[in-house]
């Protein structure tokens, strides 16, 4: 699993503060809604080739992360 505490970046002026990958503009939910659209990791790496592989894991494991988190804050 990647550690996306390591690409994963929150910056107050950057996107509204939504998380993005290593500082770029690209948000976690952007790659989170281009994967939900059908897009595949490759499709996306050819379209952004600022963007690696394990951004695109760091991406969906900062969510699943924070949707444990959310879950278990509801119970």
């Not at 952007?30 to 059908?38: F, P, V």
């Not at 494991?61 to 509801?74: I, L």
Request: aromatic share 8%; glycine share 6%.
């Amino acid at each position: 699993m990647v550690n996306y505490k390591e690409i994963i970046t929150i910056e107050p002026g950057k996107r509204s503060g939504k998380p993005c990958i290593r500082g770029l503009r690209i948000t976690v939910n952007d790659i989170l809604n281009w994967l939900a659209s059908g897009m595949t990791i490759q499709e996306i790496l050819q379209d952004f080739d600022e963007l690696t592989e394990n951004d695109i894991y760091a991406a969906l494991s900062f969510a699943a992360d924070r949707e444990n988190k959310t879950y278990h804050s509801a119970v």
